[in-house]
């Protein structure tokens, strides 16, 4: 089982549909979570950052964490063509083996059509 | 400004070459890493370093050999590479450790012939 598990998708959803990206982890130690964007053949970029439970708005995108769960969430409202892209969960805080890295979901390919 | 550099954008290299990869940050972090990314893969961890140091190398073969020369800087060498080492190779950095928001560079996508 992996420590991070990701939907890989692929999600196609109409422009202006509000999209549910998820991920789910074994290793109750995460203290820091992570959403980046990955544009085809480009690094990746952050777009939310959470430290323990709770909600994070910025724009349109709203983070979820539920510790209690092992879950997190990424909404994306009023999605838009260029939403397209692969969004990687990320998780770190672990200690231990897990100190100094960041442990990634396997990454949700999301295509928004006009 | 959170921007991570990294040249070239593209590296085509026969197995017998000897080329690098270079990365830069002007943010003041002082943990840098290097990670390798396959097709539909997420990034694996390759190397951390903490204040220029070397702190984690994720059993990475010899054939990759980084540098850490100071703060802004980190390369990667790459000697004698296989097919298989095909991939884009991602520089990030960090405040300070990994519990910091990671900021990632464009990355090279090296080609092994």
């Known amino acids: 089982q992996k420590e991070v598990e990701q939907d890989p998708g692929p999600l196609s959803v109409p422009e202006g549909a509000i999209v549910s990206l998820n991920c789910t982890y074994s290793?109750?130690?995460?203290?820091?979570f992570m959403w980046y964007r990955q544009y085809s053949r480009k690094g990746p970029e952050l777009l939310m950052y959470t430290y323990s439970s709770g909600n994070k708005e910025d724009g349109r995108f709203t983070a979820q964490v539920d510790k209690s769960s092992k879950y997190i969430s990424l909404f994306i409202r009023d999605s838009q063509p260029s939403d397209s892209a692969t969004y990687l969960c990320a998780m770190s805080g672990a200690g231990g083996t897990s100190y100094g890295k960041l442990t990634f979901g396997q990454g949700t390919i999301l295509t928004v059509h006009p | 400004d959170t921007e991570v550099t990294q040249t070239p954008k593209h590296l085509v290299m026969g197995m017998t070459n000897k080329k690098s990869l270079k990365c830069e940050q002007h943010m003041g972090h002082r943990a840098m890493y290097w990670y390798k990314q396959k097709a539909k893969k997420p990034p694996e961890l390759m190397f951390v370093y903490s204040y220029e140091k070397l702190s984690i190398n994720e059993s990475v073969p010899s054939r990759f050999s980084p540098e850490c020369p100071n703060s802004s800087l980190l390369n990667l060498h790459l000697h004698a590479l296989q097919p298989e080492d095909s991939a884009l190779y991602l520089c990030a950095s960090s405040q300070s450790s990994a519990e910091d928001t990671q900021y990632f560079g464009p990355g090279t996508r090296l080609t092994v012939l």
């Open positions: 290793n109750s130690a995460f203290q820091y």
